[in-house]
């Protein structure tokens, strides 16, 4: 137990954390609300590996050989101690690195660094390219996403699960090949073809995560759900739509409603990842009745936690709720005078020991 002002009160073993998960999942009512944090001072995650430094040159292309997994290692068990030390509810999970558009890169993207992270550059110039897309199993990309996950399993040694890090979602993939407004007129323009882009990209996306979770042995007889550290009892998976924040519900409908449910079928344990910009679509998202947690961020210079409440609200009625962020005990505060003790995770993202104690201390005593 960590002593001084940054101490928690109760540091809950491996079965009682287990437990709260399992409550967390079958949306019975919990002691306090489940709790996973990440110590960083800011949320560019690329900078948080000193590996990273030296790639993070604006305009540098970067290619597969430049990851060195060995250099990455060190901040890794960094982030697990730390994670240990605060006496979280989440299970710490490892991802390949974080800041590699990995299916954008997989997908033919060439990947250039910028100063704080790194970005692709879209290929696809007409529709009939996307014959072209295909999975190729020696694609060095894809090589290196699992050689990164192969070595996490590794050095894991049973201590920590290793699950998938932002893998962008089926608009997000194509907005990235082709262009954001170019994929937009597109739907419009050629709505079938679309259709069987979307679909095919999210048929690659399904192939890479049955690779990588092949590769990965049971937690606990679980999976977690990386990036966001929350274990599940059986296989699980989280997927993201940015990009639906530029269609109307009716085109969210048409193009995205079929490659979510695909994306779900087959995991008893589902969630999505959301920013406000994407609320309008909520009725649509909820809608998937495969779909079993919604991940909100609460957004640097977006709304307010008290700002979001009612939707906050409205996916814990049809939903598990996990919460990310910068959250404050004013925004903590806020949430127990409101929300449910259901179905309720915050992954919280703190600049110092001292606070993500304080934070803990707060939520252990919710029902105080």
């Not at 696809?124 to 290196?144: C, F, H, M, T, V």
């Not at 954001?180 to 259709?195: F, I, S």
């Amino acid at each position: 137990m960590i002593s001084g002002s940054s101490g928690v009160h109760h540091r809950p073993g491996t079965s009682e954390r287990l437990r709260m998960h399992r409550l967390y999942w079958e949306r019975e009512e919990q002691p306090y609300p489940l709790a996973a944090f990440r110590v960083e001072k800011d949320f560019f995650f690329s900078r948080h590996f000193q590996a990273a430094h030296t790639l993070l040159e604006p305009g540098k292309r970067i290619i597969p050989g430049m990851l060195s997994v060995e250099k990455f290692l060190p901040d890794y068990e960094r982030m697990f101690q730390v994670s240990e030390q605060i006496g979280q509810d989440g299970f710490w999970t490892a991802e390949p690195f974080t800041g590699i558009p990995w299916m954008e890169a997989i997908l033919g993207c060439e990947i250039y660094a910028a100063e704080e992270s790194f970005i692709s550059k879209p290929w696809l110039k007409d529709l009939a390219q996307a014959d072209e897309i295909r999975l190729d199993l020696e694609n060095p990309w894809l090589q290196k996403y699992l050689e990164f996950t192969d070595r996490l399993v590794n050095v894991s040694a049973g201590r920590f699960p290793v699950g998938m890090p932002i893998m962008r979602g089926p608009s997000d993939m194509v907005g990235a090949l082709m262009g954001q407004a170019e994929m937009v007129y597109a739907l419009q323009d050629e709505p079938d073809r679309m259709k069987s882009l979307f679909l095919k990209v999210t048929e690659i996306f399904l192939q890479v995560q049955e690779l990588q979770r092949a590769r990965i042995p049971p937690f606990f007889g679980g999976w977690a759900l990386g990036f966001y550290h929350v274990w599940c009892p059986g296989p699980s998976i989280w997927y993201q739509d940015d990009l639906s924040a530029l269609l109307s519900p009716e085109l969210f409908r048409t193009f995205l409603a079929p490659t979510s449910r695909r994306i779900c079928e087959g995991f008893p344990y589902t969630a999505v990842h959301l920013h406000p910009a994407s609320f309008f679509l909520l009725d649509e998202i909820l809608s998937n009745d495969r779909l079993k947690a919604v991940e909100v961020n609460k957004d640097v210079g977006g709304p307010s936690v008290e700002e979001m409440l009612p939707v906050l609200e409205k996916i814990l009625v049809h939903k598990n709720l996990i919460l990310w962020g910068d959250l404050t005990i004013q925004d903590l505060e806020i949430i127990k005078r409101r929300l449910p003790l259901r179905g309720l995770f915050f992954h919280i993202i703190s600049p110092s020991m001292e606070e993500a104690g304080e934070l803990l201390r707060f939520i252990r005593t919710w029902r105080n």
